[in-house]
């Protein structure tokens, strides 16, 4: 399940982004899917899985869009990672949780990936920053936030019917 | 859920400070080891890449043909109501006659032009929201290199800087780390045309004396880059003249409609046809630079 799960992010997530995504766009601001994925995985999973999903997604970014072949794969790779140490200390996780760390994530990513465009001078650098780096990181951290939300909600119920389950069992006997 | 012991932790450390090294000691060798591993990856993600465009089409006919209109719709609903019947039989009709409209101009562009060029389909945009760039359906396979000028019937639309078997990227040229030489057609004025964070584009480098004014029609000078001279880029619209400054600088509204891209042309041999023609019957050691 869980193979077919990240095989499934990994050819399905870029194509989404590159093609309908801009639907999703705010101010021609998208999320971006693949951060949002290693660093949910690495919340969850640990950090060698979010850090092995995060080069995967981030390869494959990277061989899509106009950037160095390293960005994607370096910061999607330390997202995934940094997400697993950030869950590994994380007593109990809520969405609010999950909005903060996501947040923190794309903005150290959004800053990697500012220094290697290079403004030019401090007017341009603050133009991207208010453009693109927080609107994103905003995205991110809400989708993010979003998914989690709706995982647990969908883990609890299956949790109760379980529960419910097994105490008709063990009432029946 | 699956949770990371501490050797687990320790190999995903190594793994880390690995890449980070390899990636910082040896630049070159890691960006080729990584087009190597991305290569039989490529074509998988391209499938999913076309089959998302072609959705990506259709909602976007569907936007322009129904939904967009369906303001108008109320606005004249009664009127609406008569013709609407006729408007979703003749919807699909209109689309296929602008796609040939299209593709005519296309190919009339094609047959004036002297270079040699490819007609490529955009397909996507690029996968991160910092660079301003496009993916088009053909690549390495189809003779596609990096360097190579992209257009359009109305202008300059970019240049290509990565390919993989079957589509390219093509940077923009409103992208900031994008640089083509251009030519003011009236002064003869030579600059370096680079995009702005702004979305536009700034020709720098022009002489202080220069008399360039807005609404001067910029053109590729055919100096560096994949694009044979006079093609054109766009219009001046300011001039930017800082005391001090040893040059001047003027912002350009590209010609081509970035925004709203379907098919462009790419050129893989610039100088023109017989040019490369009378270049590739050559033996290699008599070919110059």
Known sequence: ?173 | MFRSTSGTRRVTLVLLALLFSALLVLPTQSQGLLQRIGVPLAPIVTLPIEAFAALDHSLRDVWEGYIALHQVHEENQRLRREVELLRDQNSRLREAASASQRLTALLEFKGRAASQIIVAQVIGRDATNWYRAVMVNKGAGDGVRAEMGVITPAGVVGRVVKTTASASMVLLVTDPNNAITGLIQRTRDEGIVEGTTQGLARMKYLPLLSTVRAGDRVVTSGLTGGFPRGLPIGAITSIDKMEGDLFQSAEIVPDADLTRLEEVLIITAPRGESDAAALSTQPLQQRKP
């Open chain 1, 1 to 173: 399940m869980k193979p077919a799960l990240y095989l499934a992010l990994l050819f399905g997530l870029v194509p989404i982004q590159t093609t309908v995504l801009h639907y999703a766009g705010i101010g021609g601001i998208r999320p971006d899917l693949c951060l949002v994925a290693a660093s949910l995985v690495g919340f969850f999973a640990g950090e060698l899985e979010g850090l092995l999903l995060g080069l995967a997604l981030g390869l494959v970014q990277d061989l899509f869009s106009a950037g160095e072949l390293w960005l994607n794969l370096v910061t999607k790779g330390s997202v995934g990672f940094l997400a697993g140490v950030a869950g590994r200390y994380v007593a109990y996780a809520t969405t609010i949780t999950v909005l903060i760390a996501v947040m923190g994530l794309s903005l150290l990513s959004g800053t990697v990936f500012l220094l290697a465009v290079e403004p030019r001078g401090l007017a341009e650098g603050f133009f991207a920053v208010r453009s693109v780096l927080l609107p994103q990181s905003l995205w991110d951290a809400v989708l993010a936030a979003g998914i989690y939300w709706l995982l647990t909600k969908h883990f609890r119920r299956k949790q109760a019917i379980l529960e419910e389950s097994a105490g008709l069992g063990s009432l029946m006997r």
